[in-house]
């Protein structure tokens, strides 16, 4: 099936969330209209591209081939649907206001000096067609680390994480102006209620890790807030699995509070 949108040269807007992720818009949208796309497949009202390979440049791992890649993000979007319906549920309010893209790119990340980055959302990659109803295309990027991973991590960590998390952030106008700890509290958490929702085992070091790491850091300043003005509820931090849906409508009311 032929896709809405169309490539966007150009296309770069200020006020991107970061710097990282404007250098990676900008880098790729280039790589990408230059390549072409071979696959091109719709699944679960979800558009599907998988970029080739480039011959000029030496990959630092073994790659995956292209219809095996597209074979791993068709089975982990069918994980979202058979098990996250909260994700589902917010994967379709996405389709519902905008194109909603997977891109695999063998060449993502360009160059991987310290962390690997394994997935990113592009809110420019693609520009909606002429006559597109809406204005969004929503895309996430998926590199050539993690779709080595299994299918719960690409589910949860590549596409739940970057397209229902960053891209709800998108829908709604925030992404320009949330600040970088609380734009991954939020995609975090919602990543944390598809592990969870996948039956992934929560007490493994991957998992203890994952949690600490976006609770201890990326959600301290919304879980001072909760403190303060929610200590009623901070035992809802104590328990595992975590209850994400009611933890993200207090940070509703967290970012509501915060300055513009
Ligand atoms: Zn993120």
């Known amino acids: 099936m032929s896709s809405k949108f169309s490539m966007s040269l150009g296309n770069l807007r200020s006020g991107i ?6 250098l990676f818009i900008s880098t790729f949208v280039v790589q990408a209209a230059d390549n072409g796309v071979t696959i091109d497949e719709y699944h679960h009202g979800i558009y599907l591209k998988v970029l080739p390979v480039d011959p000029a440049v030496k990959p630092d791992i073994s790659l995956l081939e292209s219809s095996e890649a597209m074979d791993k993000i068709k089975k982990a979007i069918d994980l979202i649907y058979e098990k996250s319906s909260f994700n589902a ?7 519902s206001r905008g194109d ?3 891109v695999y790119d ?32 929503f895309v996430a990027m998926l590199g050539r680390y993690i779709i080595k991973h299994s299918l719960a991590e690409i589910a949860a960590e590549g596409i739940v994480h970057e397209l229902v998390g960053h891209g709800i952030q998108h829908m709604y106008g925030r992404l320009t102006h949330m600040n970088s700890l609380n734009m991954e509290c939020e995609a975090s ?28 850091f990326h959600c301290d300043d919304f ?9 009623s509820l901070m035992s809802l931090w104590d328990e595992s699995p975590l209850d ?17």
Not at 17 to 22: C, G, M, S
Not at 89 to 95: G, Q, S, T, V, Y
């Open 244 to 260: 994400v849906k009611v933890i993200l409508t207090i940070f509703d009311e967290y970012l509501g509070q915060l300055p513009n």
């Open 189 to 216: 958490l919602y990543e944390m209620q598809a592990f969870q929702d996948l039956g992934v085992d929560l007490y493994s070091d991957y998992m203890v890790n994952f949690r600490r790491e976006f609770e201890d």
């Open 100 to 102: 909603v893209v997977v």
């Open 223 to 231: 879980k001072r807030f909760m403190q303060k003005h929610k200590g």
């Open 17 to 22: 969330a970061t710097a990282i992720l404007a």
């Open 106 to 137: 063998p060449g993502f990340p360009e160059w991987s000096r310290g962390d690997i980055i394994l997935a990113a959302f592009l809110p420019n990659f693609y520009e909606p067609a002429a006559d597109a109803p809406w204005n969004n295309v």
């Open 89 to 95: 549920d917010a994967l379709n309010l996405l389709k």
